[in-house]
């Protein structure tokens, strides 16, 4: 029997599922914006110590890290990128809640919301 498991995300790089992707084009297209991309990134905060941050923003800062996947593009700045390297971006609406997910191999202990970690 063969294994249905993903592949495993480089390391080197941030990806997105489609269903995030769909669903940040949907928030924009909502907010009548045009051109845009997904700032993805991390802050200090939280209840582990770092903070996932989320926003749809018109175009990536000059020490952006761009990576497009789905046709969205994605912006990440340098210094969250040691953070971020090898994450998945998912959204989900289960029965557990709706919103974005982070499956980060960097987190070394997470929070029960999901929102911070610590690596």
Same mark, same amino acid.
């Given at each position: 029997m063969v294994?249905?498991?993903k592949?495993?995300i480089p390391a080197?790089?941030?990806?997105?599922t489609e269903?995030?992707?769909? %669903?940040?084009?949907? *928030?924009? &297209?909502?907010d009548?914006? !045009?051109a845009?991309g997904?700032?993805? #990134?991390v802050?200090?905060?939280?209840?582990?110590g770092?903070?996932?941050?989320?926003?749809?923003?018109?175009g990536?800062?000059?020490?952006?890290?761009?990576?497009?996947?789905?046709g969205?593009?994605l912006?990440?700045?340098k %210094?969250?990128?040691v *953070?971020? &390297?090898g994450t998945?971006? !998912?959204?989900?609406?289960?029965?557990? #809640?709706?919103?974005?997910?982070?499956?980060n191999?960097n987190?070394?202990r997470?929070?029960?919301?999901?929102?911070?970690?610590?690596?």
């Open positions: 294994s249905a498991s592949p495993a080197n790089t941030i990806v997105i269903k995030a992707a769909s %669903k940040v084009k949907e *928030f924009a &297209a909502r009548g914006m !045009d845009f997904l700032k993805v #990134g802050k200090g905060g939280g209840c582990s770092l903070e996932y941050v989320l926003d749809i923003v018109d990536p800062d000059a020490d952006d890290k761009v990576i497009v996947h789905h969205l593009e912006y990440v700045p %210094k969250s990128y *953070f971020l &390297a998945e971006l !998912d959204f989900t609406d289960g029965l557990n #809640g709706k919103g974005f997910v982070f499956t191999p987190a070394k997470t929070c029960g919301c999901g929102s911070s970690f610590s690596a």
